[in-house]
């Protein structure tokens, strides 16, 4: 009964790699958002997808393209992988795109080497 | 300037202290705000939203000054599983939710 799940919990890959991070939620929410947590601990908003639309793009670079197949999933590919894409990537969900708790997946641990 | 900042810490308590942790934004636009408690290599979970009028929750209590734009939490009677990071969150409103998370506040309770 898992409210926010995302796989794999642990990647780790070579430079110039294409990878592929899987978010589903079963809480019937209608925003997920992907998350960067780098080593910094710093926790910085990616993207943020409303009904499979896209509402947020927070300046991340063009290889990371987010794909919303249906409300439920909001699945990360990035491509072209670097050494500084190396971080904790978390997706979360919350009722509706309007202040609301947000509820995060136990995070994917990516190391780029 | 950082939209959220945060003293990182480490705040290193014994238990039963009480300890106050302070976070202030830059956007005079934010609408929501909250706390959250990030346990080490877990994810972000709520802790309490923040109410203009203030909000207590057990021996944890937060509050809101938007004079000052600064938010507050403060833990009584610390005890050691209070031991986390916890993290400052600010949103703007407009029409889509835009969080921004501080970097977080260190808390170790020691015996």
């Known amino acids: 009964d898992t409210a926010v799940s995302q796989t794999p919990k642990y990647l780790v890959t070579q430079m110039g790699n294409d990878k592929s991070i899987k978010c589903e939620q079963n809480?019937?929410?209608?925003?997920m958002y992907w998350y960067k947590q780098d080593s910094k601990k710093f926790l910085k908003i990616m993207f943020s997808?409303?009904?499979?639309?896209?509402?947020i793009n927070e300046t991340v670079p063009n290889r990371f393209s987010p794909k919303s197949p249906d409300k439920a999933h909001l699945n990360l590919h990035i491509n072209s992988l670097e050494l500084g894409d190396s971080a904790v990537y978390f997706c979360?969900?919350?009722?509706?795109?309007?202040?609301?708790?947000?509820?995060f997946g136990p995070g994917t641990r990516l190391l780029v080497l | 300037r950082k939209e959220v900042e945060q003293d990182p810490g480490p705040f290193n308590v014994p238990e039963g202290a009480t300890v106050a942790f302070n976070c202030t934004y830059s956007?005079?636009?934010?609408?929501?705000f909250f706390w959250y408690r990030q346990d080490c290599r877990k994810e972000p979970k709520l802790l309490m939203s923040?109410?203009?009028s203030g909000n207590e929750d057990g021996r944890f209590t937060a509050q809101l000054n938007r004079a000052s734009q600064y938010i507050s939490l403060l833990i009584r009677d610390s005890k050691l599983s209070d031991s986390a990071t916890y993290l400052c969150?600010?949103?703007?409103?407009?029409?889509?939710?835009?969080?921004?998370f501080g970097r977080g506040t260190s808390l170790i309770v020691h015996p």
């Open positions: 923040v109410y203009s």
């Open positions: 969150v600010s949103s703007r409103g407009g029409g889509s939710y835009i969080p921004t």
């Open positions: 997808y409303n009904n499979k639309e896209l509402i």
């Open positions: 979360a969900s919350t009722p509706q795109a309007a202040g609301e708790t947000q509820y």
């Open positions: 809480l019937g929410h209608d925003t």
């Open positions: 956007n005079s636009a934010s609408q929501s």
